[in-house]
C-alpha cells in the first residue's frame, strides 16, 4: 500500500459470492475488453497491445460457516499478486436495479474526465476489435435548447425509487395538502468517517486500482451508492461506477447511467439523472448532476416538479438549477413553468426556498382586474439583508392610473420588533395627483416591566383605500388610528402614556363628527386583594382632547371601588362601593358658548352581582344546568348637562349589557341608574366530554326610576322595563350549529333586533353558512356563504349578501378552488359596493399554488378565510 495512505480511516469489506468453481470477471464488466493499452501523448493516443494480461482473479471453495471479518485496506492491497478471500456469505439483498438508458450505441464510449487529463471509457454489446465507427457531435447547446422532459421510462425510473424508500414521501404530502419544506444540510462532516465497500466480485489492479462488481454498495455515514460495476482508486481515493448507478445522500436519491466521487474532496459526478427529494418532496431529471460538497449541487438542463411520480401537472424547466442546503434555497438559470402542458412565465433567474428559511430574490408576482384601475400586476423583489431584517420592494403597475412603488422594511431584535413600509403613485392619471401611504410599527420591551407600542397609518386622502387598497379587503372602518404608548406593569400596578391621533377616510364624515385626538392620555391602575374576603380597585386617567373646529381641553377623571366577593361551590354574592370623581380644564369655553372653563363631577355608586349554579342529571348523556343571577345597580343623578362630550357614546344594548355599571362607554357620562337586571342560563352538556350542546339566556333590566342622564339631543328615557334579550346556541350534531338572538320590545309587543345563523360544516369540504340580521327602521340583511365540494378536488366557493331593506346586492362573490396533490387553483368574480354613496366595481382575481415553490396572484384564500365563516387555510 503507498505511503500516503497510512492512517487513513478506510476499511474495505469484500463480500464474495458462494461458488464450488472457478470464475473470471464477467468481459461486460469492462476489465477484459481491455486489449489495448494505450497512453496519451500531447492530443495524439498512442494504443499498442498489452504485454501481459492481468492476473485472472481464482474463487476458492467456501469452507468458512461465518462471514469474513471487515479487513483494512492495508492488508488487503500490497505489491503482491492480489488474494481473494472467500467465506461463507450470508443472504444480502441485491442491489437497487433500474431500468438503463438503451440509446448509446454498442462498441466503447470515451469521455474525457473532470481534469480532461484522461479519458472515461465504456463497453456496451461486442468488442469492435479495433473497427472505427462514428461518434456523435455535440451541439452547442443554447438558452432555448429543448428542455428535459419526464419520458415513461422517467417514471418507471421513479417508481422503483421510491420502492427504495422507507416510505412515500407523497403519501402524507398529498393527505395533508400543505407543502413540509425541510431539506438542511448535513450538520457533520463526512469526509472522516470510515468508507465501506461490499460486492459481488472484486480485483486489485497495479496494487491501487481495485475493481468491484455485482451487487456493488459504497457508504460512507449517509452517503452511499449502488451499481453493478465501479472502480476503486486507492491513491486519489475515487469511485467511478457505471450500470445502473444509484446514488443517495440525506434528503436526495439518485437514478444515473454512470457516477464519480471524489470522497477525498467530497464531491460526485452522475450523468442522466432521475432524483426524488423525499423532504421537500420533489422530484426531477438532469442531463448531468455535480455535487461540489455535502450541501451544493448543480443540476444541467432540469426538469422538476413536485407532483408524486405519474403527475406531471406543474413543469419548472430550467438549463441550470443550483440547490444550496446550507442557505435553505435553490436557484433555477434560464427557467420557465409549464402548467398543464402550457408554458406560460419564464424568467432568467427564478429562485425558491426548499426549507422554512427566507431568501433573496423576487417573489411571484400578483395580478388582477378591476374597472376602477384596470389590470393591476405586481412583482415584489425581496432582499434578505440579515437573519433578523429583511426588505421587499414592490413595483406595482396600474393600467388605468400609472406606476407605483411600495418599501416593506421588517427588522426583529431581541427586545423590539417592527416594520417601516410606504407606497407612492407619483402621477394618478385620474386623480392628476401624488398619492400615497405610510405605515410605521414597532414593539419594544425594555426589562420585564417596562413596554413600548408605536403604530402610525397615514393616507394622503380620504378616497387612497377605496381607490388603490387591496380590493380583496373591506375598508370598513371609517377612522385610521395612529397612537403611540409607553406602558409599565408590576404586581398590580399598570401605567400607561399614549398619544393618539385618527385620520378619517370617509369622505362623508364632516369634521365636527370626527373623533377626538389623545395628547396626551395617562392612566394609573392597580388591583389589590386586601384581605381574602375584600378587594381593591384604582383607575384614574389625564387625558388631553384636541379637535380641529370642536372644543378642546384636558379631564382627570379617578375612579377607586372596594368589594367584598363571598364564595361558595353554587353561589356567589359580590358587594360593590365605588366613587367618580372627574375635573375638566377647557380651552376658549366661550367659543362653544360655556360660561366656565373649569368644571367638577363627583359620583358615588353601589352595585351588588349575585347567582346560584344548580345542576341536574339526565341519565348517563347529559348533565342541565340552571344559572339565575340578579344584578342591582344604584347610581345617583347628577346634572351632567354642562360637561362636554369628548370620547363617550352609549353602549350597545346586548346580553353583556345587563350587567355593566355604566350605559355609556366612556367617562363623560356616570348614567343615574336603580335597576335590577335578572337573567337565566341554562346548559346542556354530555356527561362524559363535557361539550356544551345547548345553551340557552334570557335576561331584562327593571328601572325603578326614569334615567335623566343623556347625551345632547337626546331625551331622557322614561321606560320601566328594557327589551327581552335571549340568546341560543344550539349543536344538534356536530356538523349543524344554530346561534340566535333577539330583542322583544314589551312596550311595542314586537321584536326590535334580532339575528341568525345556520353553519353546516362537515370537514372543510362541505361549509354552508346562512344568517338573517335585522334591526327595526335600519338594516334587514340575509347572507350566504359556502365551500363545497363538487367533483373531486373541485370546490365551489361564494357569498351573497342582500339588504331586504334597500333591495340592493351589497357584495357578492362565486368561484372555485381546483386542488391536486402539487398544486392549488382559485379564481373568484365579486361585484360589491364600494360607498355609502353605492357606487359598484367588478373585480376578478386568480391565485395559483404551485406547493413546494411559488403562489401566484393576489392572495384570494386570505379574502376566503374573511367572508366565508369557517374557511381555513390549510398551511
Known amino acids: 500500500m503507498p505511503e500516503q495512505r497510512k492512517g487513513k480511516n478506510i476499511r474495505l469489506l469484500y463480500i ?32 499498442l497491445p498489452p504485454q501481459k494480461a492481468p492476473s485472472e482473479p481464482v474463487l476458492k471453495k467456501k469452507t468458512p460457516p461465518n462471514r469474513p471479518q471487515a479487513i483494512p485496506l492495508k492488508s488487503e492491497i500490497s505489491e503482491t499478486t492480489p488474494k481473494i478471500i472467500v467465506g461463507q456469505v450470508p443472504t444480502m439483498p441485491e442491489a437497487p436495479s433500474l431500468g438503463t438508458d438503451k440509446s448509446q450505441p454498442e462498441g466503447w464510449t470515451c469521455l474525457a474526465d473532470e481534469a480532461r487529463s484522461g479519458w472515461r471509457c465504456k463497453l456496451r454489446g461486442t468488442d469492435p476489435g479495433g473497427k472505427p465507427r462514428l461518434a456523435a457531435r455535440k451541439t452547442t447547446e443554447g438558452i432555448f435548447e429543448l428542455p428535459a422532459t419526464f419520458t415513461p421510462q422517467d417514471e418507471r425510473i421513479f ?52 475493481f468491484f462488481s455485482g451487487n456493488v454498495k459504497v457508504e460512507r455515514g449517509q452517503q452511499k451508492l449502488w451499481a453493478d460495476a465501479l472502480t476503486y482508486d486507492d491513491v486519489a481515493e475515487t469511485v467511478n461506477a457505471w450500470d445502473s448507478v444509484i446514488y443517495e445522500e440525506e434528503g436526495f436519491i439518485f437514478a444515473s447511467d454512470s457516477g464519480f466521487l471524489d470522497l477525498e474532496n467530497d464531491k460526485a459526478r452522475l450523468r442522466n439523472t432521475r432524483f426524488i427529494l423525499s423532504t421537500i418532496p420533489a422530484r426531477g431529471v438532469a ?33 441550470d438549477l443550483k440547490i444550496n442546503r446550507e442557505v435553505g434555497t435553490a436557484f433555477a438559470h434560464h427557467a420557465w413553468l409549464e402548467f398543464k402542458g402550457v408554458p ?23 395580478f388582477g382586474r378591476s374597472e376602477i384601475n384596470g389590470i393591476d400586476f ?35 431584535f431581541k427586545q423590539t420588533r417592527g416594520r417601516f413600509a410606504f407606497e407612492i403613485l407619483p402621477y394618478d392619471t385620474i386623480k392628476n395627483a401624488t398619492r400615497g401611504q405610510l405605515a410605521l410599527f414597532n414593539q419594544t420591551r425594555f426589562n420585564p416591566y417596562w413596554s413600548s ?20 379587503s373591506i375598508a370598513s372602518n371609517r377612522h385610521m388610528r395612529s397612537e403611540a404608548r409607553i406602558d409599565y406593569r408590576q404586581g398590580g400596578w399598570h401605567f400607561l402614556a399614549k398619544a393618539e391621533n385618527w385620520q378619517t377616510i370617509d369622505p362623508n364624515i364632516p369634521k365636527k363628527s370626527q373623533p377626538y385626538r389623545r395628547l396626551p392620555q395617562l392612566k394609573l391602575r392597580y388591583d389589590a386583594n386586601l384581605t381574602p374576603w375584600s378587594h381593591f380597585n384604582w383607575d384614574s386617567e389625564f387625558v388631553f382632547f384636541h379637535h380641529q373646529t370642536n372644543l378642546k381641553g384636558h379631564r382627570f377623571d379617578v375612579n377607586p371601588s372596594f368589594s367584598f366577593p363571598w364564595r361558595t361551590a353554587a353561589t356567589f354574592v359580590i358587594p360593590k362601593l365605588s366613587v367618580q370623581h372627574t375635573r375638566y380644564w377647557l380651552l376658549d369655553p366661550s367659543a362653544d358658548g360655556r360660561k366656565r372653563d373649569s368644571l367638577t363631577r363627583t359620583i358615588p355608586y353601589a352595585s351588588v352581582d349575585s347567582g346560584i349554579f344548580l345542576e341536574k342529571s339526565w341519565g348517563k348523556r347529559y348533565l342541565q344546568t340552571l344559572e339565575p343571577r340578579v344584578f342591582y345597580l344604584y347610581v345617583p343623578r347628577q346634572n351632567q348637562d354642562d360637561i362636554p362630550v369628548f370620547d363617550t357614546t352609549t353602549y350597545d ?22 335597576q335590577f337586571s335578572v337573567a337565566l342560563t341554562s346548559r346542556f352538556l354530555e356527561s362524559e366530554t363535557g361539550r356544551e350542546r345547548l345553551r340557552a339566556s334570557v335576561g331584562q333590566i327593571y ?38 338572538g333577539a330583542q322583544w320590545n314589551p312596550q311595542t309587543n314586537r321584536f326590535d333586533r334580532g339575528e341568525a345563523l345556520l353553519q353546516y360544516k362537515d370537514t372543510d369540504d362541505y361549509i354552508f353558512n346562512l344568517s338573517y340580521r335585522f334591526r327595526r327602521k335600519q338594516l334587514r340583511n340575509i347572507d350566504g356563504s359556502f365551500r363545497w365540494l363538487v367533483y373531486n378536488n373541485l370546490h365551489m366557493v361564494g357569498r351573497w349578501q342582500y339588504s331586504l331593506r334597500d333591495n340592493i346586492t351589497l357584495e357578492s362573490f362565486l368561484g372555485v378552488e381546483l386542488e391536486s396533490c402539487c398544486w392549488r387553483l382559485r379564481l373568484i368574480g365579486r361585484h360589491y359596493i364600494r360607498d355609502i354613496r353605492r357606487s359598484s366595481d367588478n373585480a376578478i382575481f386568480a391565485q395559483l399554488e404551485l406547493k413546494g415553490l411559488a403562489t401566484l396572484g393576489k392572495r384570494v384564500d386570505r379574502f376566503l378565510e374573511r367572508n366565508i365563516r369557517g374557511y381555513e387555510i390549510s398551511d
Request: charge should be neutral.
Open 344 to 366: 406560460f412565465l419564464y424568467s432568467p433567474v427564478f429562485g425558491y426556498p426548499i426549507d422554512d428559511r427566507r431568501m433573496t430574490g423576487f417573489l411571484t408576482p400578483s
Open 159 to 210: 417508481a422503483d425509487l421510491l420502492r427504495l424508500l422507507p416510505q412515500n414521501p407523497w403519501e402524507k404530502y398529498c393527505q395533508s395538502r400543505s407543502a413540509t419544506l425541510g431539506i438542511r444540510a448535513m450538520t457533520q462532516s463526512r469526509q472522516n468517517l470510515p468508507l465501506k465497500l461490499e460486492s459481488d466480485f472484486s480485483q486489485s489492479i497495479d496494487d491501487e486500482i481495485l
Open 378 to 412: 405586481s412583482i415584489p423583489y425581496y432582499w434578505n439583508i440579515a437573519p433578523n431584517y429583511d426588505l421587499t420592494l414592490i413595483p406595482r403597475i396600474l393600467s388605468q392610473r400609472g406606476f407605483m412603488l411600495g418599501t416593506e422594511f421588517r427588522y426583529l
Open 703 to 740: 328601572y325603578l326610576k326614569d334615567r335623566r342622564v343623556t347625551l345632547p339631543g337626546k331625551k331622557p328615557e322614561t321606560r320601566r322595563s328594557s327589551n327581552i334579550i335571549g340568546e341560543l346556541d344550539w349543536l344538534p350534531w356536530d356538523v349543524l350549529s344554530l346561534r340566535s
Open 653 to 674: 344594548f346586548n346580553f353583556s349589557q345587563l350587567f355593566r355599571d355604566n350605559r355609556f362607554s366612556g367617562r363623560d357620562r356616570r348614567g343615574d341608574a336603580n
Open 453 to 472: 407600542h408605536i403604530d402610525i397609518r397615514y393616507v394622503s386622502d380620504k378616497h387612497y383605500i377605496n381607490d388603490l387598497g387591496n380590493t380583496l
Open 16 to 47: 464474495l459470492a458462494s461458488a464450488t468453481t472457478l470464475y473470471q470477471i464477467p468481459s461486460s464488466a469492462g476489465i477484459d475488453n481491455a486489449q489495448w493499452d494505450c497512453k496519451q501523448h500531447g492530443e495524439e493516443w498512442v494504443c
Open 287 to 319: 442531463r448531468r448532476s455535480r455535487f461540489e460538497s455535502e450541501a451544493l449541487s448543480r443540476h444541467h438542463s432540469v426538469a422538476y416538479t413536485t407532483c408524486p411520480p405519474g403527475n406531471e401537472d406543474w413543469v419548472l424547466h430550467a438549463k
